[in-house]
């Protein structure tokens, strides 16, 4: 994978969604280049887009989760019905 390790590579990566893939290209350019201020601009905003969609991922929205438990709620009650 080391020939296919490109800038532009990351780039088609960033433009299809591929956050991961297109962050673990642009650490190993940065690596090989530590000097590269463009390189480290580019890891550092990732990290930043990285960590807030993992956190949004992890935590839904408060009225997604009222709503899920509204619907657990319902679901016990009509069990209990005679």
């Not at 800038?7 to 642009?26: N, R, V, W």
């Amino acid at each position: 994978m080391d020939r296919l390790v490109t800038k532009t590579l990351a780039e088609i990566y960033l433009q299809q969604g591929h956050l991961d893939e297109a962050y673990s290209i642009f650490k190993i350019l940065s690596e090989r280049d530590p000097g590269n201020v463009e390189l480290k601009n580019r890891l550092k905003e990732l990290e930043e887009e990285l960590s807030l969609s993992r956190s949004t991922q992890l935590t839904p929205p408060a009225p997604k989760k009222i709503q899920n438990l509204e619907k657990w709620l319902d679901h016990i009650r009509e069990r209990r019905k005679p």
